[in-house]
């Protein structure tokens, strides 16, 4: 929080930046005093009403709100100079709670150290209570079951029945307790935590300063390559299906004919699924354009084709060197390969012999760099527009697609040699020589 000459107030929040006309007397006195270390909602208006009077009481409490709405202010429950928990963003009126009453922690709650601190979070509202203190820890675990003031004040050792009730009324006021007026219904738990930190970033823990910016362009992972044909584009705007009639007769195709695909073909899809278009420099670094959208223009996406039967085009695993357009020869055991082969076709009913099989994976550096916690949500929107497109494309052509739902994101990171949380599979898609029966 900076004040101005002016008399204006400019606070910085993680995801934005706020700016205050000039307050009176007695909300600038509070508000140096939030910044300096806090207060209880009373003392700060009594010192509102001592400057002020009681006239200053209502714009007071309008900034109040305004201040937690925006995230701007957290909750911290001390019991004399012992800090024990600490809730963002603050709960303006937390409930208070009753000492007949028993209390449940959500099943939707969850545990996570964080730099020096456990910190308990709530995806369904996005708050996070850092519990500083080891008896904090011991309510939360009390809470495993309906359970009692006092038999979570018994549980903790050393912490009073007010304290108890102030800690669970910071809970219950940040939706951590069980409430079944808010019950989760058929959430996973996973689903909902992806599903709310990727969709307002409140639990972005780290800013994009923080993350490594991981190059446009993976560096080659070999020198034993295949340069890939090349179609004419002005060829194919003349020529090609129309769209609508792709749409409509795009579908999922499992049967291959006995002749298998050529490598010209191959060349061709990845020239029209995924090469590079072109590179643009900024002040934020290199970027690149393809022919699928991407968040921020990361394009954190690699190709990694498995060839199993191929006209042109040894068995064996290969990178898409999107730029120049050609296959980057790489060594895997051959059983490992089998391996990815069975389970695709497992993926794919059981009854499909794959002729090639692309691996997608991401980059995550590459998105979380910018992104923080919504970047995985953003990979798999952009598998799917990916997947989107290696359809078109491949119903433009006659060749039959389908894509997988799953895959061995651990043994293909073995087999490229990364770190699993580096860069690992998150898409597989079949392509095959198209059947005559599947064609009519």
């Given at each position: 929080m900076q004040w101005g000459r002016t008399g204006?107030?400019?606070?910085?929040?993680?995801?934005?930046?706020?700016?205050?006309?000039?307050?009176?007397?007695?909300?600038?006195?509070?508000?140096?005093?939030?910044?300096?270390?806090?207060?209880?909602?009373?003392?700060?208006?009594?010192?509102?009403?001592?400057?002020?009077?009681?006239?200053?009481?209502?714009?007071?409490?309008?900034?109040?709100?305004?201040?937690?709405?925006?995230?701007?202010?957290?909750?911290?429950?001390?019991?004399?100079?012992?800090?024990?928990?600490?809730?963002?963003?603050?709960?303006?009126?937390?409930?208070?709670?009753?000492?007949?009453?028993?209390?449940?922690?959500?099943?939707?709650?969850?545990?996570?150290?964080?730099?020096?601190?456990f910190v308990l979070h709530a995806p369904v509202c996005g708050a996070r209570l850092e519990l500083t203190d080891s008896r904090a820890l011991s309510m939360v675990a009390a809470l495993s079951h309906p359970t009692s003031v006092p038999e979570v004040a018994a549980a903790a050792q050393d912490i009073d029945d007010a304290t108890v009730g102030a800690f669970l009324s910071l809970l219950q006021g940040a939706g951590m307790l069980e409430d079944r007026a808010q019950d989760s219904g058929d959430w996973g738990f996973g689903d909902l935590v992806l599903h709310a930190s990727s969709r307002n970033g409140n639990a972005r823990t780290v800013t994009a300063a923080d993350r490594?910016?991981?190059?446009?362009?993976?560096?080659?992972?070999?020198?034993?390559?295949?340069q890939l044909y090349r179609p004419d584009l002005k060829d194919l705007k003349t020529h090609d299906v129309p769209l609508t009639e792709v749409l409509e007769s795009r579908r999922s195709v499992r049967s291959y004919a006995p002749v298998p695909l050529t490598s010209r073909q191959v060349g061709e899809f990845l020239f029209r699924v995924a090469r590079v278009k072109r590179v643009t420099k900024t002040t934020a670094g290199q970027f690149t354009r393809r022919l699928y959208p991407s968040g921020g223009a990361c394009y954190g996406l690699e190709v990694y084709p498995i060839i199993e039967r191929c006209r042109g085009a040894a068995p064996g695993m290969y990178h898409y060197d999107p730029m120049r357009h050609r296959l980057e020869a790489l060594t895997a055991n051959r059983s490992e390969l089998q391996a990815?082969?069975?389970?695709?076709?497992?993926?794919?009913?059981?009854?499909?012999?794959?002729?090639?099989?692309?691996?997608?994976?991401?980059?995550?550096?590459?998105?979380?760099?910018?992104?923080?916690?919504m970047a995985y949500a953003l990979v798999l929107k952009e598998v799917g527009a990916l997947y989107q497109t290696m359809y078109l494309v491949a119903t433009a052509m006659g060749l039959g697609p389908c894509a997988l739902g799953g895959g061995d994101p651990d043994l293909f990171s073995r087999l490229i040699g990364t770190d699993f949380n580096e860069e690992t599979s998150v898409g597989e898609f079949l392509l095959g020589s198209r059947a005559h029966d599947e064609q009519a």
């Open positions: 204006t107030v400019r606070l910085a929040l993680p995801e934005r930046t706020l700016r205050f006309r000039p307050f009176s007397k007695g909300i600038d006195r509070v508000l140096r005093v939030l910044a300096d270390g806090g207060a209880t909602a009373s003392k700060l208006s009594d010192l509102v009403r001592e400057l002020d009077g009681a006239a200053g009481l209502p714009p007071w409490y309008y900034c109040l709100d305004s201040l937690q709405l925006c995230g701007a202010l957290c909750s911290i429950l001390r019991r004399g100079e012992l800090t024990i928990a600490r809730l963002r963003p603050a709960s303006l009126s937390p409930p208070p709670v009753k000492v007949s009453s028993r209390f449940l922690l959500s099943r939707m709650a969850y545990i996570r150290r964080e730099q020096e601190s490594p910016r991981a190059p446009a362009l993976k560096p080659d992972m070999s020198k034993a390559v295949i990815l082969l069975r389970r695709a076709s497992r993926a794919a009913g059981g009854s499909t012999t794959p002729q090639i099989l692309f691996v997608i994976t991401a980059r995550f550096p590459r998105v979380q760099w910018k992104y923080g916690s």
